[in-house]
């Protein structure tokens, strides 16, 4: 008689990297769609968001494309950090509006 593990990732450890996939596929989406309405209001900070959705996604579809490596972690993080500080640079150098009004006026 076999045993079912407890953890249904276990069973089918496929899953749990086909989860992960979209995830990544889901943020980068996300950061496209965030751009798109950035480029409302401000062209140049709305770009480069836009532009950092295709590398978002390359990143995820090099991060479960093949079992991890300490390597291939490292190249993640590391790519993962620089989108995440140059999204912290278009925060702090856009405009930010002077009140709620003129953040919700179109």
């Known amino acids: 008689m076999t045993t079912l593990p407890d953890d249904p990732e276990d069973a089918d450890p496929g899953l749990a990297r086909e989860r992960t996939r979209l995830a990544w596929a889901r943020t980068s989406i996300a950061f496209a769609a965030v751009g798109a309405a950035m480029l ?3 062209v140049i ?3 480069i968001v836009l532009s950092t959705a295709p590398l ?3 990143v995820g579809s090099f991060a479960t494309r093949v079992r991890p490596r ?3 972690l ?3 993080t590391v790519i993962v950090t620089a ?3 140059l999204a912290m640079v278009v925060v702090f150098l856009g405009q930010a509006p002077v009140s709620l009004h003129q953040l ?3």
């Open 40 to 42: 409302k209001r401000e």
């Open 70 to 72: 300490p390597g291939r």
């Open 104 to 106: 919700l006026h179109v």
């Open 56 to 58: 978002v996604w390359a």
């Open 83 to 85: 989108i995440a500080l």
């Open 45 to 47: 900070p709305g770009l």
């Open 74 to 76: 490292l190249v993640v």
